[in-house]
Nanobody, 118 residues
Framework: QVQLVESGGGLVQAGGSLRLSCAAS????????MGWFRRAPGKERELLAAIYTSSSTYYADSVKGRFTVSRDLAKNMAYLQMNKLKPEDTAIYYCAAKPRGGDNYNYWGQGTQVTVAS
């Protein structure tokens, strides 16, 4: 079992930055792929970024060049640095984890609201 808790959301002006944090407890996050998702009102949940156990990364086209995913294995933390935020980035953001080699993200945080004002 892995428990995930996000923090760092809030209200920011367009063009601003936020850093989301995801604290993992339970089994070591080093053996898990950490992903960041968001769900905007009326839209499907979207995978934004992921960091694999090899430290390779994935980014959706919608955030590539603006968002950066990272992890601190010693602290069992994952982060999503979000720059150049746009009003369309407004959503609830979730971190999630899946075992290395797994197909599905099994563990989810409670979500944190990000609102970008124009």
């Amino acid at each position: 079992q892995v428990q995930l808790v996000e923090s760092g959301g809030g209200l920011v002006q367009a063009g601003g930055s936020l850093r989301l944090s995801c604290a993992a407890s339970g089994r070591t996050a080093a053996n898990y792929v950490m992903g960041w998702f968001r769900r905007a009102p009326g839209k499907e949940r979207e995978l934004l970024a992921a960091i694999y156990t090899s430290s390779s990364t994935y980014y959706a086209d919608s955030v590539k060049g603006r968002f950066t995913v990272s992890r601190d294995l010693a602290k069992n933390m994952a982060y999503l640095q979000m720059n150049k935020l746009k009003p369309e980035d407004t959503a609830i953001y979730y971190c999630a984890a899946k075992p290395r080699g797994g197909d599905n993200y099994n563990y989810w945080g409670q979500g944190t609201q990000v609102t970008v004002a124009s």
